[in-house]
């Protein structure tokens, strides 16, 4: 059941655009053993009913994760992400 519902996240992502229910399932990575084998797939920016999510989601070991803006911002100097800019639209 888990595989299947870590596949269903890591296809959940199409034509930059994201379904809100799918985000809110998305883990938060706090810490990496090498973020320069992480991938930057875009920002995120979306206000749930008790939460608010203003980051971007990367990719590690063929995983999606969330990371906050903070994190974002300490990164950048030290890991070479190309798409920064991409924004990743959310649907209800």
């Not at 810490?31 to 980051?55: A, H, L, P, S, Y």
């Amino acid at each position: 059941m888990e595989l299947k519902y870590e596949e269903l996240l890591r296809n959940s992502i199409v034509d930059n655009k994201i379904k809100a229910a799918h985000l809110r399932h998305i883990p938060k990575l706090k810490t990496c053993d090498n973020w320069g084998q992480t991938e930057f797939i875009g920002r995120v920016n979306f206000k749930f009913k008790f939460t608010e999510m203003d980051g971007g989601l990367i990719k590690f070991n063929g995983r999606i994760y969330y990371i906050n803006n903070r994190q974002i911002q300490s990164l950048m100097n030290y890991v070479k992400w190309n798409n920064l800019n991409n924004v990743i639209s959310v649907i209800e």
